[in-house]
């Protein structure tokens, strides 16, 4: 929203530095330490609002201060447009480069996402409108901002209380009801969803060797590289101990198992510096057993497709670890 204002009251440049500072201070007081808020992604999202704000500089750099009028509204409108319009492509084209995804809903969001982005663009105009023309009526159209603002806010406390706290991504109970209710989804959109089930092989030794508050940032590292490796739309939660779980919606086995892969792969690649009694210390090493299901064939409940994965990860570990396995494949 203070982006778009930005781009329709202020000079290029200051508009550009506002959207770094709007970043920059949701970073340092909401997202950072969640494993699905990487330094990365955020940085990838603030430099996509710089370039939308370019974008639709472009069409605000004509102007001879902020129109008005019907003519002035539908120019208004066209900046909007083209603001949404490059910030959805560079979103959209990251999405699919780092998951490969196609659908409409992967790429672009939800209609609930949408309409969030319409809204903020409506108090946008509607705050630069005010400070040029009514100064004297930007309060009341700060109230419905801070009304947008708190209910977000409550929605990121609620999703800070789903969250692990040793590892940033959902806790067990958070991880089942955001489960359930995408299966609920899945059976009546007759799709298909993907569960993974993964164990840290010979977790114990890490403890034993590099002591228990180093295991507990290898742990949080193991996290965010699970985060960072499955699809921006997954949800992945920590199911007790070593042990954590993926819900991949609309996902097919053929789909499923490259992703288990990768993330295989990526856990094989950690490094990762703890602090020991004898000084700083690298663990490498590390590996991963997955098990698979997919709804429907391996369950249509939640609790039967995580009796097949977790079948199919102990399979894994007596099949050697370091592998994934599907019980359907098998």
Same mark, same amino acid.
């Given at each position: 929203?203070?982006?778009?204002?930005?781009?329709?009251?202020?000079?290029?440049?200051?508009?550009?530095?506002?959207?770094?500072?709007?970043?920059?201070?949701?970073?340092? +007081?909401?997202?950072?330490?969640?494993? =699905?808020?990487?330094?990365?992604?955020?940085? @990838?999202?603030?430099?996509?609002?710089?370039?939308?704000?370019?974008?639709?500089?472009?069409?605000?750099?004509?102007?001879?201060?902020?129109?008005?009028?019907?003519?002035?509204?539908?120019?208004?409108?066209?900046?909007?447009?083209?603001?949404?319009?490059?910030?959805?492509?560079?979103?959209?084209?990251?999405?699919? %480069?780092?998951?490969?995804? +196609?659908?409409?809903?992967?790429?672009?969001?939800?209609?609930?996402?949408?309409?969030?982005?319409?809204?903020?663009?409506?108090?946008?105009?509607?705050?630069?409108?005010?400070?040029?023309?009514?100064?004297?009526?930007?309060?009341?159209?700060?109230?419905?901002?801070?009304?947008?603002?708190?209910?977000?806010?409550?929605?990121?406390?609620?999703?800070?209380?789903?969250?692990?706290?040793?590892?940033?991504?959902?806790?067990?109970?958070?991880? =089942?009801?955001?489960?359930?209710? &995408?299966?609920?989804?899945?059976?009546?959109?007759?799709?298909?969803?993907?569960?993974?089930?993964?164990?840290?092989?010979?977790?114990?030794?890490?403890?034993?060797?590099?002591?228990?508050?180093?295991?507990?940032?290898?742990?949080?590292?193991?996290?965010?590289?699970?985060?960072? =490796?499955?699809?921006? @739309?997954?949800?992945?939660? +920590?199911?007790?101990?070593? &042990?954590?779980?993926?819900?991949?919606?609309?996902?097919?086995?053929?789909?499923?198992?490259?992703?288990?892969?990768?993330?295989?792969?990526?856990?094989?690649?950690?490094?990762?510096?703890?602090?020991?009694?004898?000084?700083?210390?690298?663990?490498?090493?590390?590996?991963?057993?997955?098990?698979?299901?997919?709804?429907?064939?391996?369950?249509?409940?939640?609790? +039967?497709?995580?009796?097949?994965?977790?079948?199919?990860?102990?399979?894994?570990?007596?099949?050697?670890?370091?592998?994934?396995?599907? %019980?359907?494949?098998?």
């Amino acid at each position: 929203m203070w982006t778009f204002a930005g781009v329709l009251v202020l000079p290029s440049g200051l508009a550009l530095a506002l959207g770094l500072l709007i970043y920059l201070h949701l970073w340092l +007081r909401v997202w950072r330490g969640m494993s =699905h808020r990487p330094a990365y992604r955020v940085v @990838y999202c603030a430099a996509a609002i710089v370039l939308s704000c370019l974008a639709s500089g472009v069409i605000v750099a004509g102007w001879n201060g902020l129109p008005v009028g019907f003519t002035g509204s539908l120019r208004i409108v066209e900046a909007a447009a083209v603001f949404t319009a490059a910030n959805a492509f560079i979103v959209a084209l990251s999405v699919y %480069l780092h998951t490969g995804a +196609r659908s409409p809903r992967s790429l672009f969001g939800s209609g609930d996402d949408n309409l969030l982005e319409v809204t903020t663009l409506v108090l946008g105009t509607s705050t630069a409108l005010g400070i040029v023309h009514a100064p004297a009526l930007v309060p009341f159209v700060l109230l419905p901002v801070l009304v947008l603002h708190r209910s977000v806010l409550v929605r990121q406390l609620e999703i800070a209380a789903n969250i692990d706290g040793k590892t940033g991504v959902l806790n067990a109970h958070a991880w =089942h009801l955001l489960s359930e209710r &995408e299966l609920s989804s899945a059976a009546r959109a007759k799709s298909k969803l993907g569960v993974l089930m993964l164990d840290l092989d010979h977790f114990k030794q890490v403890n034993d060797v590099y002591g228990h508050l180093a295991g507990d940032v290898v742990l949080k590292v193991v996290a965010t590289t699970i985060s960072e =490796h499955v699809r921006d @739309y997954d949800s992945v939660g +920590r199911f007790g101990g070593e &042990e954590f779980v993926v819900l991949l919606p609309g996902a097919t086995e053929t789909e499923v198992i490259p992703v288990a892969e990768r993330v295989r792969q990526a856990v094989m690649d950690i490094e990762v510096e703890v602090g020991t009694a004898s000084g700083p210390r690298t663990v490498r090493g590390l590996s991963v057993s997955i098990g698979v299901a997919v709804y429907p064939s391996g369950g249509t409940v939640l609790e +039967r497709l995580l009796h097949v994965a977790d079948s199919a990860l102990y399979q894994a570990k007596r099949n050697g670890r370091n592998r994934v396995v599907s %019980l359907a494949a098998a």
